[in-house]
């Protein structure tokens, strides 16, 4: 893995994180919908765990990747646990997405 390659994992798995670290203080205050760059977050602790989920299945995972010799048990195992994060980061979004959908208001007012 190159340099340029790790970095943009760190970045990744950084951004990721911090973001679910940002949803969560920010919805511990009680029954108030968060507002993160002035747009409200529902369901901010599952928007939180799909933010983890992601920063953990693409960045640790690739780093992780190269570790161990290909097709190895290491290697399998690293490759099932990423598929298993990436899987629940998808359906957490999915579960978010169809539980508050996004309104058409400008079309609607038109």
């Known amino acids: 893995m190159d340099s340029v390659d790790k970095a ?6 950084a951004a990721n994180l911090a973001m679910a670290a ?3 203080v920010k919805s511990r205050g009680g029954n108030t919908v968060p507002r ?7 369901l901010p602790r599952l ?8 920063g953990l299945g693409l960045g640790v995972g690739w780093l992780v990747k190269d570790v161990f010799p290909p097709h190895s048990t290491g290697d399998t195992v690293v490759y099932n646990v990423v598929r298993i994060l990436l899987a629940a ?7 978010s997405a169809f539980r508050y959908p996004r ?7 038109r």
């Not at 943009?8 to 798995?13: Q, S």
């Not at 993160?36 to 529902?42: D, M, N, S, V």
């Not at 980061?89 to 579960?95: D, N, R, Y």
Request: hydrophobic letters at 65%; glycine letters at 2%; a positive charge.
């Open 8 to 13: 943009l994992v760190v970045v990744c798995a």
């Open 103 to 109: 309104s058409l208001s400008d079309k609607a007012t």
């Open 89 to 95: 980061a998808v359906v957490t979004a999915l579960l």
């Open 22 to 24: 940002v949803l969560l």
């Open 47 to 54: 928007r939180a765990a799909m933010y983890a989920f992601l």
């Open 36 to 42: 993160i760059f002035g747009r409200p977050q529902h």
